[in-house]
């Protein structure tokens, strides 16, 4: 069974609500849409307080070449542009919509019929997409029409859908395929289509041997896809352990998988790319699995961006009393949220709420040199020196010991015998060597 060569680890699954049906989620009273919902610059507001939206109706322009635009998620009036904290407790600029009703603006095509045909040419297609507002829908968000023109002179042979959903946990992107697998490879024939290659991907792991079935059997009417089962390792889902993993090419230290010929979509984009393209719809919801051992209710809800994760909450059943901390995304590289009354946004693919027990830490004690994180490692770094460097500020050395390499994955921390918080030490490093790499180019 295929899978990447350096590193990883196989923690426990967890998939709660693994086959639970698409539940719509209900509207928000409110709706807060952050500006920062993606990599890059800030988009700009093109609406006012007071003004009227309908949903899909743009609200912010995308503000740079790294950008993407914004849409209403609902229908209603605009009550204020205003401050709100993010899921990491920092404050940025939000679109606030008092929510009416939900009137779609008319251009989107609502129907489920589905819409195999795309006449549109490579720069009508990633057009459509950037006026869309599609990001990367696995956490990253990145603005999907930057990565369809890769720099002059480069050429990708090959388009990598990221059906992996590695994380434990979460499955909204298994349902997504169980639902919505045809659209998923019309989206990956027009993202070939627009990077002008002959061959597409899919990389599932076989814990999902449902979707793999599904697939393998919908693709026999779509020439040049092909989909590739793959061993369940984590982190499978990260580009370069992905790409190594489907067509065996390793993206060397420092580079981007395009240096290898090759482009990677998570499979939600591919979907969001379908829905942008043939159905004129921009991205303003998504799937978001919502679980925990004590939730009620766990499932994969559509919600609309903008909804407060409280709302969202309590769809699966509302908060349980034993619950000890909220992650948003998944339980390897999700982040903490400071409350639950921060938005969703579009990178949002989950909701995990643990219990005391589960997030209890263990004591810190000395590393014992057993070099478990160094086997771990999918990057094939040295965690447990790199957090000796980090503790002596030696950032040039951190440099040279390619911490910009490290894509927090957790697996450091997670085979550490002496719970000592590893990838706690190499984020901190990882900002300071990026200040120290910033200001040298200034």
């Not at 939900?102 to 459509?128: E, F, G, H, Q, Y």
């Not at 089962?229 to 790409?243: A, D, F, M, S, T």
């Not at 067509?247 to 981007?256: C, D, E, L, M, N």
Request: glycine residues 10%.
């Amino acid at each position: 069974m295929r899978t990447f060569s350096i590193g990883g680890i196989h923690p426990p699954g967890y998939k709660l609500s693994a086959g639970k049906p698409i539940q719509r989620a209900a509207l928000p009273k409110q709706s807060v849409v952050l500006l920062n919902q993606q990599i890059g610059a800030l988009a700009v507001p093109v609406v006012t307080k007071g003004d009227e939206v309908k949903t899909g109706q743009l609200i912010a322009k995308s503000g740079g070449i790294v950008s993407a635009n914004i849409h209403a998620p609902v229908s209603g009036k605009i009550s204020k542009i205003d401050l709100i904290p993010d899921t990491g407790g920092y404050k940025h600029k939000a679109i606030f919509i008092d929510v009416v009703d939900d009137v779609w603006v008319d251009t989107i095509d609502r129907s489920d019929v589905l819409i195999k045909d795309c006449n549109l040419d490579a720069t009508a297609i990633v057009a459509k997409i950037a006026e869309a507002g599609v990001v990367g829908m696995g956490g990253a968000a990145f603005p999907t029409q930057v990565k369809l023109k890769p720099p002059h002179g480069k050429k990708a042979d090959v388009l990598i859908v990221n059906a992996v959903e590695c994380e434990p946990y979460l499955t909204s992107d298994h349902q997504l395929m169980m639902e919505k697998g045809e659209e998923i490879l019309v989206g990956t024939t027009i993202l070939m289509k627009a990077i002008q290659a002959k061959r597409g991907v899919i990389g599932i792991e076989n814990n999902k041997p449902d979707a793999i079935a599904h697939l393998k059997r919908l693709s026999a009417q779509y020439p040049g896809i092909e989909i590739i089962p793959l061993k369940v390792q984590y982190p499978q889902g990260g580009e370069k352990q992905l790409i190594e993993a489907t067509i065996g090419r390793q993206v060397p230290s420092g580079a981007f998988p395009i240096e290898v010929g090759a482009i990677v979509q998570n499979v939600a984009t591919v979907f969001a790319v379908y829905e942008a393209v043939q159905k004129n719809k921009p991205l303003f919801e998504r799937i978001i699995t919502v679980t925990g051992k004590s939730v009620s209710r766990p499932g994969n809800y559509l919600t609309r961006i903008g909804t407060p994760l409280s709302d969202l909450m309590n769809e699966a059943g509302g908060l349980p009393e034993d619950a000890a901390k909220v992650i948003g995304g998944g339980p390897m590289m999700g982040k903490a949220l400071v409350n639950l009354s921060v938005p969703v946004t579009k990178g949002c693919s989950g909701l995990l709420v643990l219990t005391g027990k589960e997030t209890l830490r263990k004591e810190i004690k000395n590393c014992i040199r057993c070099t478990k994180c160094v086997r771990a490692c999918p990057m094939g770094l040295e965690p447990y020196l790199l957090m000796t460097l980090i503790e002596h500020e030696e950032w040039g050395k951190l440099e040279k010991e390619r911490i910009m390499d490290c894509i927090e994955c957790g697996c450091c921390t997670y085979s550490c015998p002496s719970a000592r918080p590893l990838l706690d030490y190499l984020k901190i490093g990882k900002s300071k060597v990026g200040e120290v790499i910033r200001t040298r180019k200034k």
